[in-house]
Structures are given as C-alpha cells and as structure tokens.
C-alpha cells in the first residue's frame, strides 16, 4: 500500500474484558475527541478509554458499574417500566452523563460519574427552579470543551423547559451547581435539540426551527421545514440536526408518528448563508436511525444515515432525492483496513471510523482516495463528485515554488518537454508536451476504465494545443510548473498566470475545461494585433488605439519570485479560493484567443458556463461574478444570470438582491419588474398552482429582496411596488386545509398568531416578574373570553416581507445607543403597504405585543411632566413657594428626559425629524416648559410670555397622544395630509397677501416722523401737515357747536391714536392687516376716503376680487378634493407605524430590539374567511374598487377555501351543453 493510501489507524488489545464480554450498543466521544465511553446494555456498564495517548496505545481507562450506581441512588434497574440506564455523553474530564428513564411515571434522571476518582456520584442542584431537580424529567445533554455541563429540565407535568448549564468551576462537595438557567415557554414549543457547537435548537408547531446562542440567547438563524402538518410534542419522536465540516450545510432528521403504523421520516437540508432551503425528502421509516452524519471531502460531499438494521443510506444534500443504499457492514470495509468479522460496533464521527469488537477498539481516519475510490465504484459517476480546488493546495504548489527559488532553483530554468502527472487512484493522468521551437503546448488527458490499471487500459479524453506565438517576445514558454491537485485537476503557472485545468462530462463525453484562472492578463505582441486586423478586415482608428491601450494594460507574467510571491499573498488574502472573475469576463467576449488554436469555444466563456451550471460553485463564487459583471457593464451576462434565476432559486436567493440594486442604480424598470415578477410567480405562486410546495414557507425567505428595497421601491417605482403587494396579499402558510384553515375569535381578524421564541433566563428577578404578571394575564384571558366566544373559520395568511421588522444582529450596543441601526419597517416611509391587509396585520402584531405598554408609560411620565408645570402656572398664586420648587425641579428633570429622547431621535434620521411636523411640537413642548422653570427659579418671577407658550404646546402635544387611535388619528392623519397638498398653495396665497401687504405699506404710511406719545404734541395748536397717513389726522376729533349753530374751528376733544390706528406704518404690521382683510375685517381701511384715494379703492376691489373671493374659494375646493384624498386608512396606520418605530428606536435597549418574539423574522396573521369570501366575490364580479390593484387570487387558494376556479366553471359548463 503507498503512503497516500495509508490511514492513522491504532488497534489494541484490552488486558481484560471490557463489559465482561457483552454486547457493546453505543459509544460517546468527548467534546476534543480524546477521550470515549462506550455502554453495553446487556451488562449495564460503562467503558472509558484514552484516545490521546502519544504512543497511539489504548488501553482500557477506567469502567463503571450502572447497578452499583444506581443501587447508591436507590434506584431500582429494570429493562421493562422501572429504570432503563443508557449513557448520554462524557466529557474531556472523564465525566460520565448516564440518562435514567422510568416509563412508568414518565420521568428521567441524569446521574454524572466521575470516573477518574472511584466511581464518585456528582448530584446537580439548582436554586432557580421551584421544586427540586429531581422532580424534573431530565432528557437529554451534552458536554462542552471548556467542561461546562447543558441538560434538559422539563416541569413535572413536561409542560416547561429549562435549560440548565452548569459550570465545572462550581463543583464541590459533589454538589454541581448551576451557573445559568434558561427558560422557554410552552405554548408553541414542540422539541428542543442541543448542538455541541454551544447553541441549541427550538422547533415549534408550525415547522420552523429557530437557532440559539446558549451563552447570550441571541438569535442566529431560522429554518422553515416547509411541513404539510401541524406538530405537535406528543407527535415529534426524534429530532437530529448537524453541520456540515465547512459550516455552509445544515441537515435536521425528523421522525414524526403518522396516522400509518410506521413514522414518517423527514429529512431537510439549508444553506447556513441565508437560511436558504435546499432540499427535502419525505419517506416512510423503515428503521430507528442510530447515527446521522455529513462526509464533507471537497471530492463529494455526502450524507449518511445509518439505520438499526445494518442498511446505510448515502444521499446528495443538494438533491435529497437521489441516494444509494448499501450494507453498512460493506461501507466500513472499503473505507477501512479492517477485515475482522468480529466487529460489533462502529461509527463514523469527523471522517474518523472508530470500530469496538469484544477486545479491541481502533480509530481510523478515512483517505480522501478511498472515499472517491468507494463513490465511483458504488455510484458509478451517476452523480456528480463536487471536486473543487481547495485553497489550501494552492498555496502549498505556490509556497513550493517559493522554497525553490529560496534554494536558487528557479522554475524559469525548468525544462518541460513530455512531463507526465498521474494518480491511479482518480483513474487521471495528464500529459504536458512543450516545444519552445514552434511556440506550442499540448496538454492531454488520459483516464483509465478500474482502479490499479494497466498501460493498456488508459485511454485518451482530450487535450489542447496552446499556441503562445501570439504572446510577450520576453515569455519564451507558456508552461513553467505544473502539479496535479488531490481532486484530479492540474495546476500550473504559466506566461499568462495561474491556471488549474480539469475535466468534465458533456453529453457523455469528456472534455478538458478551464477552472481557475488568476494573473496579469494577456501580454499579446503586435504580430496578435496584425492578425486581428487580418482576420477583421477594417478597423477603424479609434478601436486600434483601443486595441494598443489592451496590449499595455497587462503586465508580462514572468514567473520569478516576486511574481510568485505577490500571487500567493493575493491569494492567502481571499477567503476562498476565487478566479480572477474580471479578467475573465474581459477577455470572455473574445472568440479569438487564438493561443488556444484547436478549441472551437472560448476557454473563458466555458468557465463561466461551467459556474453558472454548478449549483456549489455559483452559491460560493456567485456574487464575486456577479460583481465583475456588474464592474464590466457585462450586460449580457447579467441578463444570463437573470434567465438562471428563473430555473435556478439559489440564484435569486443568494444573488437576487445584488441584481435588484443593479437595477435601481440604472433605472432599469423593465428589469426590476422582471426580477419581481420572478420572484412572486416563479417561486411562490407557481409552486402553489403545481402542487409542488404544499408548503410555501421553504420559498417566502425568497421575498426577502424586496424586503430590504421597499423604500426605494416605494419612492421610483411605486406600481411595480403596489403590484408586488396585490400579488402577494393572499399567501395562506400552507395549501393543506388542516393547516390553513382553523377557529379564531370573531374579533381576531388581521391578528397576529402563533407564538415565536425567545427563551429567556431564569432568576429571582425574572420569576418575581412573572408571578406578577401571571394574575393580570389570567384576568385578561378571562375577560377576553367573555367578552367574545363565538368562533369563526380563519385561514392564516403570511406577511409577505421577511425579516421586515428585523433588526440587524451584530450591533455596538455604545454606538447603537446613539445612531441605531434601521430596520426595514423602522425606515419606510410610505403608505403603499398599509393600503393591504397585510400592512395592517403588523401593526397590529406590533402594537399588541409591545406598542401599547411602552405607549402607556411613555403616556404616563408625559401626564406627570405636563401637569407638574400646569399645576404650578395655573394655581401659582394659590400654592406656596417651597412646592412650586418641586413642581418646577420635577418639570426640569422630567423635560429633561424627553429633551434627550427628542435629541437622539434628530440623531438618528436628521432629515426626517426636519420634516415631520409633529417633531417640532414634540421639541418646542420639552424647550419651553424646561426654560420657563429654570428662568423662574432663577428670577423668582412668573414668566408670562414663556409660560403661555409652554401652556399652549404642552397641551397640543398631549391632544396628540390620541393620535394613535383610530377614531382620532384619522383626523390628525386628515389634518396633516391635506395640510401637505394645500402646502404649495399657501406659500403662493401667503405670496400674494405680501404683495399687497407690501403696495398699501407703500401708499398708506406716513410721510413724516410719528410720535404717539400725547405729551410731545400740542394739542391747543397741532400741526400735523398736509400728512393723510398720520395716525394724528386718522382719529376721530370733537368739535364744540354753539347756541347759534356756530362750529368751534378747533377740536374740542381728540381722541388718542394707537398703535393699530394706522397699522400700515410698518411692513409687519401691514401683512397682518391684510391677513384680517382677507378674512374679511375691513376696519383698518375704513379711515380714509376711498373717493378721495382712487389707487386705494382700485387696490381694496382687485383685492376683494381677487384674493378674498378667488382664491379662497378656490382654496376650499382644493380642501374639499384633498379631503376624500387624506381620509384613508393608511396614512392613519403609517402615522401609527411611525409612532412604533420611535418606540423602537428611542425606548428600547438595543438587545431588546433584537428579541425573535418581538422582532420575528416572518409573521402570520388570521383573516376572516367570511370576508375572504366576499373579496374573491368582488373580484370576480369586477366590483373591486378598494385600490389601485386587484388582490391576486390563484386557483389554488379558491381550492383551498372552497371558491370554484375559472376552469371548473369552464368545465361545468361544457359538460352542460353536451348532456343537453
């Protein structure tokens, strides 16, 4: 056997019997692998062995008796009801978890063991649970690296959860107490499921599945297992879940009871990226599983199950589907060195089989070789073996070449002439022929029919002739050093860069293909640009200074150390190992590369092809060519990646979003309409209709594009927008009537359902909370129930934009503090979405669970801030000094609390604060009543003008609480909006009402300085002028009449003019009488002879005319039209929504923000279907006049709640006329 065949594999024999000889079942590896505990259930002993031993000698390290143990505990062993014993894990430590099971009073226990200090009894103890641990029904648990302790705690009625972690450095006295104690609510939660990564699962009764951080239970991902079925924990036998080694795979097992004898197995696999549902199968089961495990080679990643009954299934996680079956028994014998017929146990753990006979236990690592030796001979390449380069390979060829020229070996000097690299195992052998005389390569590839082949039995594939006369003069070769790579494909550095060439399959012949290229580019010589022009015929000048500008743009790739070093430091800096996808998209379009004589394609365009056709390669690589594209203005390309979309929903999920700012940032509407209309169809409705996806959760996370677009959808391309909603208003959680379709309270119409996780810890606190809140929430439930206890059938509906009222997960809580980061929901401005029910439904869900609590108490210490200040300015002759101090210094610090608010609420989105005129209420109602009090200690004076001010907005400010209320907020939505259409309007009228203002200022004031003032004036002789304009000459003067008749000369009495007796001696004042003219108050033109002053009389009637009688008339026909445009639904509802995103912002903790219960990722909501039916009635009787759009309605909903489609009406019809 060669070394590369050869695997670590240690075999020893036990002294003595372990498990005196019996059966072995199971065998548990600690957390670092360096230590197992195996368990016989025959002989109710554990085993522990050393693993990490340096001589590679195992012996038996220490064993336990299970009846000792339990005898100790009082504990009496049975097989059939009283205690069942199996061993549930073992840590780096040698500590053993035995799981106790007693069917007969449905409980369990786990006992901990210290195996290396006699067989010691380690009892776990809590102070945080109610009862004592031992009334727990202990399930499962896990050890961690760091020595930690995980187990499951259900109530004794295993109604309850408790995930309790205790801590190593806790232990004493045997008494292992518990550093931290979680807790997760019943009411939706089905199975929980500990991963060994430090997070832990929560399934729920809908299907989804949601990830857990255990040390600071922040959410991390959720997977929709897209189930035709309710679940519930009685039906839910067993669940698994698994990573891949690479962390992108996450598989989940599920046994579930079905009506049938035998259970269903489902078996679901995602994309860890993006939570992106890959692929699901659905099978009756046929045996218990024992182990579930990734392989994860990157020469074919595979699934394995291991079953009771010795059968193994091999399965694709790309396509679940398509699987072998095999003996397991067989499989350990060909990815093993091992041929006893002894072996009882064995199991596959991180690519390590790890075999347990009666008196040996051996660990071997599989080969990479054998694993594709045993693919090829049992899948026959039936299905394709994802062979990627690995990075790791490349950086080994390039440091090698490194090393070389460190030891003054240069690869310049290698002389390559007939260079042969073979490897029998992948049945490949590639052949480099250079000849430096005629400038020409020849690559050939060879492969062979069996494994071990003779000279006889290669045969030629395809080969490529490399013609390198059109290159740099200073490169006299092409092909430097070459290397064949574990997966089969050869890697060389040429005089254009990098390139890894492998083989592929195309209608059942194979054909040599470019995979990875990374360089300088071309250096052509001017004999390639010679032949361009031969071969065009005409070029015009610009493209031959184009042409010249390509040839200096790449630097000649020599491949001397520098060169070599740069190439690998660029390459150690990508985290995977991508192509240089510019410059093959720039030398893609060029089907005349004529260094590559004999292909009749481009080189380039086939590895673009072959990534687009790879789902691995265009899930890994996709955004990075996506990118170029989008760098080159690759057009084409683009709209290639957009077709794959359409069959391929990888694409659109990983890459979907990138298309759509494309898109945006080229106002290309055709495009977005397109990619929207992919999106909604395609993958949702479509699936629907076919029957396919019963289930339409495993593609709503499609949506989720749209999701993080919709403000700037909502802004450019509102139609294509209101289309989208219309089209995805109706989307039921599942086309299974059992699932869809349930009983709700008549008032729970657009209500929110379900509950979402979100575990929480246990502490004296919490549980003080909670005893206060549970007597209020009974009452409330009550009540709830009284006040409506009819039932009505809903069909529950899903809000149609994932992760809308997500917030981001990885958050600085210092700077989030002060510049929060948005969700969707918290940054949308429009009222597009509120126009449909689904828009209303998340407000709802919003308010209910959490908007009106925090309303309240904002509401609260507003009322307390507001009436400390108008207790003091109202009563302040009536209360003493020392308590208008407090109520000023209460109004002080509680203003000041809300000036804060307010300042980071201008902190967080400057330009909408300026625009919301609400927000200036909400500021100058903090400003003023704060200043009047700090003005008023200070001075120990009343401040009239501020206190007035303060009076008029605080009181303003709290008439606008109301406004979140529907029977109020309506009109404050009515106020606000028409307001906003009269706008430009008024900036007009309040124009014109200064031009006029402005004339009369001009004719009306006085020529001469006034002075008002009586005691500057001689009132026996006054001389005002010949000054009409003087406020002297315009009041009215009393003149004594004599016996005779006879009319004094001068006035008897004057009366005193003021400052409003001639209100057009300054402009200010001019404006506001005018203002009053237009209102129709006259009076202040009423002192002058209108015969005597034509340009007065001619003003005063244009503007009557004009102002008072147009324009105002015709400003209330605009208000009368804006009315029925403002009294609608949603802008009362954007006007609230708007109101919860500042709570969000403003109020919450930024960990609170991030809470799965109050921030899931997507909603669902009931919908009446009494009122389901009379839309579809409306719609198909073309009486919808509610929108714009018309609610999409597919065949399949009418199906689901009972409406007859247009083709059964067709076909009732037709079958009408035949039988008359």
Not at 1112 to 1130: C, D, H, K, Q, V
């Amino acid at each position: 056997m060669s070394e590369e065949d050869k695997s670590s594999q240690i075999v020893v024999e036990i002294k003595s019997d372990p498990h005196n000889s019996k059966k072995i079942e199971r065998l548990i590896l600690s957390p670092n692998y360096e230590y197992a505990a195996t368990w016989s259930e025959e002989d109710k002993s554990i085993c522990g062995w050393q693993l990490n031993d340096l001589d590679q000698v195992f012996e038996l390290d220490r064993s336990s008796s299970v009846d000792k143990i339990c005898k100790d505990l009082k504990l009496k062993i049975s097989t059939t009801k009283l205690w069942c014993p199996v061993l549930a894990g073992v840590s780096n430590d040698k500590l053993v978890a035995i799981n106790l099971y007693n069917e007969e009073i449905d409980n369990g226990r786990i006992v901990i063991v210290d195996l290396k200090t006699e067989n010691k009894i380690i009892k776990p103890v809590t102070s945080f649970l109610d009862n004592p641990i031992e009334d727990y029904w202990l399930r499962d648990c896990i050890f961690y690296d760091n020595g930690d302790f995980v187990v499951e705690a259900f109530t004794p009625r295993q109604i309850n959860l408790n995930i309790l972690r205790f801590s190593n450095k806790n232990l004493s006295n045997n008494r292992w107490k518990v550093n931290k104690s979680i807790f997760i609510e019943p009411t939706n939660f089905v199975w929980n499921y500990l991963y060994d990564n430090e997070s832990f699962m929560l399934l729920d009764t809908n299907g989804t599945l949601t990830q857990w951080k255990l040390n600071t239970l922040l959410f991390e991902k959720q997977y929709h297992l897209g189930l035709n079925r309710v679940l519930k924990r009685s039906n839910v036998i067993n669940m698994i879940c698994i990573f891949n080694k690479s962390s992108t795979l996450f598989a989940i097992f599920l046994e579930i009871s079905g009506n049938s004898i035998t259970n269903d197995i489902i078996i679901s696999v995602y994309l860890i990226k993006n939570s992106s549902f890959l692929s699901q199968c659905e099978y009756r089961k046929k045996s218990d599983l024992l182990h579930f495990e990734f392989i994860s080679f990157d020469e074919g990643e595979r699934l394995l199950l291991f079953f009771e009954n010795n059968s193994l299934e091999i399965r694709d996680p790309y396509n679940l589907e398509l699987f072998q079956t095999d003996n397991d028994s067989r499989f350990f014998k060909e990815l093993s060195n091992s041929n006893e017929d002894t072996e009882k146990f064995k199991m596959l753990k991180n690519e390590k089989i790890y075999i347990v006979s009666d008196r040996q236990i051996s660990v071997q690592e599989i080969s990479k070789q054998q694993w594709i030796k045993y693919l090829r001979e049992k899948l026959g390449d039936q299905y394709e073996i994802r062979a990627l380069p690995r990075k790791s390979q490349v950086v080994d060829f390039l440091q090698t070449i490194i090393d070389d020229y460190d030891k003054n070996e240069s690869i310049l000097d290698n002389d390559i002439e007939n260079q042969t690299y073979e490897s029998k195992n992948l049945l490949v052998k590639w052949i480099v022929t250079q000849n430096l005389d005629e400038n020409l390569t020849i690559v050939q590839t060879m492969k062979a029919k069996q494994y071990e082949p003779a000279e006889e039995d290669w045969e030629s594939v395809d080969e490529w002739k490399i013609n390198s006369e059109y290159l740099s003069d200073q490169n006299r070769k092409f092909v430097y050093k070459c290397k064949l790579l574990d997966n089969g494909d050869l890697i060389m550095i040429t005089s254009i860069g990098l390139l890894i060439l492998t083989i592929r399959s195309f209608e059942k012949k194979d054909k040599i293909r470019l995979r990875y290229y990374k360089g300088s580019g071309f250096p052509f010589n001017q004999k390639y640009i010679d032949y361009m022009k031969e071969k065009r015929l005409i070029r015009l000048e610009e493209e031959e200074e184009e042409e010249e500008e390509n040839k200096s743009k790449y630097k000649v790739f020599i491949a001397d150390r520098e060169t070599i070093l740069k190439l690998l430091d660029d390459i150690k800096d990508l985290s995977s190992l991508s192509p240089d996808f510019l410059s093959i998209t720039t030398y893609r379009e060029n089907r005349d590369l004529c260094i590559f004589s004999n292909n009749e394609d481009n080189p380039f365009q086939d590895l673009l092809d072959d990534y687009f056709d790879d789902e691995l390669t265009l899930s890994t690589f996709g955004e990075l060519l996506l990118n170029a594209f989008i760098k080159s203005n690759d057009d084409m390309m683009i709209e290639r990646m957009m077709e794959k979309s359409t069959d391929d929903k990888l694409i659109i999920s990983f890459y979907g979003q990138t298309l759509l700012n494309k898109f945006l940032k080229n106002n290309d509407n055709m495009m977005i309409e397109r990619l929207m209309e992919t999106l909604y169809k395609q993958y949702i409705m479509k699936k629907a209709e076919e029957g396919k996806d019963i289930n339409l959760l495993t593609n709503i996370n499609l949506l989720e594009i749209v999701t993080f677009k919709i403000n700037e959808l909502s802004m450019k391309y509102p139609d294509i927008l209101n289309q989208f909603l219309s089209t995805t208003a109706l989307i039921p959680i599942s086309m299974n009537k059992a699932i869809a379709i349930e009983n709700f309270s008549s008032k729970s119409h657009l209500q929110s359902i379900g509950y979402y996780s979100q575990p929480s810890y246990i502490s004296s606190i919490n549980k003080i909370i909670t005893r206060i809140k549970t007597p209020f929430a009974k009452i409330f439930k009550k009540k709830s129930k009284k006040t409506d206890d009819q039932q009505h059938q809903s069909i529950i509906l899903i809000f149609p934009l994932p992760k809308f009222s997500c917030y981001p997960s990885e958050y600085n809580p210092l700077i989030e503090f002060f510049f929060p980061k948005f969700s969707p929901f918290a940054n949308y401005e429009s009222s597009e979405l509120y126009k449909w029910w689904s828009g209303q439904a998340i407000i709802n869900f919003k308010w209910n669970t959490y908007g009106k609590y925090y309303f309240t108490a904002i509401f609260i210490l507003y009322s307390i801030f507001m009436g400390c200040f108008l207790i003091v300015a109202t009563l302040v002759n009536e209360i003493s000094e020392s308590i208008q101090e407090q109520l000023l210094f209460a109004t002080i610090i509680l203003g000041a609390w809300h000036i804060f608010i307010e300042f980071r609420h201008l902190l967080c989105h400057r330009i909408r604060w300026i625009k919301d005129p609400w927000n200036w209420f909400d500021a100058i109602a903090m400003i003023f009543p704060v200043y009047t009090s700090i003005t008023w200690l200070e001075s120990s004076t009343f401040p009239v003008w501020s206190a007035t001010i303060s009076v008029l907005f605080l009181e303003i400010r709290f008439l606008l609480f109301f406004r979140v209320f529907e029977i109020l907020g309506a009109y404050f939505a009515m106020i606000v909006g028409v307001a906003q259409k009269a706008f430009s309007y008024l900036i007009i009228l309040a124009f014109i009402i200064f031009a006029f203002s402005h004339s009369l200022h001009i004719l009306l004031r006085p020529t001469t300085n006034v002075s008002l003032n009586a005691t500057n004036v001689n009132l026996n002789n006054p001389n005002y002028g010949n000054d009409q304009n003087n406020p002297w000459n315009l009041v009215s003067s009393y003149h004594s009449v004599s016996v005779l008749g006879t009319v004094s000369q001068n006035a008897t009495l004057t009366e005193l003019p003021s400052a409003s007796t001639n209100m057009f001696t300054s402009l200010y004042t001019a404006f506001l009488a005018v203002y009053l003219m237009l209102t129709g108050d006259k009076t202040y033109v009423t002192k002058w002879s209108l015969t005597e002053n034509s340009i007065l009389a001619a003003l005063i009637v244009f503007f009557t005319f004009f102002s008072t009688i147009y324009l105002m008339n015709l400003f209330i026909g605009l208000l009368s039209n804006a009315i029925p445009e403002t009294n609608r639904n949603e802008l009362y509802l954007l006007q609230k929504a708007k109101i919860l995103s500042e709570i969000e912002l403003l109020y919450m903790l930024p960990s609170q923000r991030r809470k799965n219960n109050w921030f899931p990722e997507i909603i669902f909501y009931k919908f009446d279907l009494d009122k389901l039916h009379n839309i579809i009635q409306r719609v198909q009787n073309n009486k919808w006049d509610n929108f714009d759009e018309k609610p999409f309605l597919s065949d399949a909903l009418k199906k689901l709640v009972n409406v007859k489609t247009e083709n059964e009406d067709m076909k009732n019809m037709y079958v009408t006329k035949v039988m008359s």
